[in-house]
């Protein structure tokens, strides 16, 4: 499991391009036939994704985590962004379509993931933070979900937000996870930007193709930094972050959050005009 070190908003105004990559942008996480992990000290987040092929893969603990199994003290949800699949917790199993979450509380101890077709294989998201108490497994579909519709198409921020698991939805310790759509036609994420000390958050970029890009948009909102990010690659953004970008198009991306506290709208707002 590679470990991802945080810096501060002192150590970032003095990075270069290649370390900012390096220290907030995760570019190799889905790998066919495989599980990968990265543990970010930031909030003890772990990120990760599970591709299986014709054979399941099955949820290891990694000596990092010093547990004898990978939920023993920890949360996890699951959001699939590739073809049909299905993940099975303690001998139950669970089917996810596209963009279908999982919920997979504390004390777990056997978790599958497989693909329904290895041509077609699922891409599951990972995302996982500790956790001090035990919530039911629980499977949120994407048809279920009724969108928040927000922006404007004179804005070029028309989108679709979609909240599995929240105070509202799913019940967990600290994580907060969902996705947003951007309609055609609009490219700008998270505009009117914000920030959020009580909770860091970690942002998955996908549905780009292979010469697409979103330019995200980091840093204190009067010392601005940007990243280009291409398909399935993520970034860790701190609590004293902004996080908004633009795309060469539209595109969807999985927000995910834990810290403090679980209220969605618990944000900082800042002016577009206030930006530097």
């Known amino acids: 499991m590679r470990i991802l070190e945080m810096a501060d908003r002192v150590r ?22 495989k599980i990968a992990m990265v543990y970010v000290d930031l909030d003890r987040t772990v990120l990760g994704s599970a591709v299986p092929l014709k054979e399941p893969l099955k949820l ?6 010093r547990a004898e199994y990978f939920t023993e003290r920890r949360e996890l949800g ?11 917790v303690g001998g139950k199993k669970y089917a996810l379509g596209y963009l279908d979450c999982l919920y997979i509380g504390r004390g777990n101890k056997d978790v599958l993931f497989a693909s329904d077709d290895a041509g077609k294989p699922a891409e599951f998201y990972l995302l996982s933070y500790p956790a001090h108490k035990e919530h039911p497994v ?8 009724e969108p ?4 404007a198409p004179e804005t070029i921020n028309k989108r679709e ?11 967990s310790c600290q994580l907060v996870m969902g996705f947003t759509e951007l309609a055609e036609g609009s490219s700008w994420n998270t505009m009117p930007p914000h920030t959020h ?25 009067q010392e601005t930094r940007h990243l280009l990010v291409a398909n399935k690659q ?20 999985c927000w995910g959050m834990g810290g403090e506290n679980q209220a969605y709208d618990d944000m900082d707002p800042v002016k577009v005009n206030e930006l530097l």
């Open 12 to 33: 970032y105004s003095r990075m270069t391009t290649p370390e900012l990559r390096e220290t907030f942008l995760v570019t190799d996480l889905f790998v066919p036939g």
């Open 60 to 65: 290891e603990t990694a000596p990092e985590l």
């Open 78 to 88: 699951v959001l699939n962004i590739g073809g049909a699949g299905s993940v099975t």
């Open 138 to 145: 629980a499977l949120s579909k994407r048809a279920e979900l």
């Open 148 to 151: 928040v519709k927000l922006g």
């Open 161 to 171: 937000i979609r909240k599995h698991i929240w105070m509202g939805g799913v019940q």
């Open 197 to 221: 000390m009580r909770r860091s958050e970690v942002y998955l970029y996908f549905g780009l193709g292979e010469n697409d890009r979103v330019v995200h948009l980091m840093g204190p909102p």
């Open 234 to 253: 993520v970034i860790v953004s701190p609590g004293w972050s902004i996080h908004a970008g633009v795309g060469t198009r539209n595109y969807t991306f």
